[in-house]
């Protein structure tokens, strides 16, 4: 299944789990994630954080609320 949204909004306390994850951070680098390669330790908790280009695989999300612009779900036979 493929779910597609031009935006997704999450609030509260948010946990996402996925086992691939890429975007651009702030609209800038492109930045990889896998448990091949994790995300290194950040010693900075950020109360929000923007990222465009954002693909996913295998999701797992929880929050409070989630607002979804534009979304669009397919499935391959």
Request: charged share 20%; no cysteine; proline share 12%.
């Amino acid at each position: 299944m493929t779910v597609r949204a031009r935006r997704i909004d999450l609030r509260g306390d948010v946990v996402l789990e996925t086992t691939y994850l890429s975007g651009k951070p702030f609209g800038l680098l492109p930045l990889p994630l896998s448990a091949d390669l994790p995300l290194p330790p950040v010693p900075v908790t950020l109360p929000v954080l923007t990222s465009t280009d954002v693909k996913a695989r295998q999701v797992f999300v929880r929050s409070a609320t989630a607002q979804a612009g534009d979304l669009r779900q397919a499935t391959r036979p």
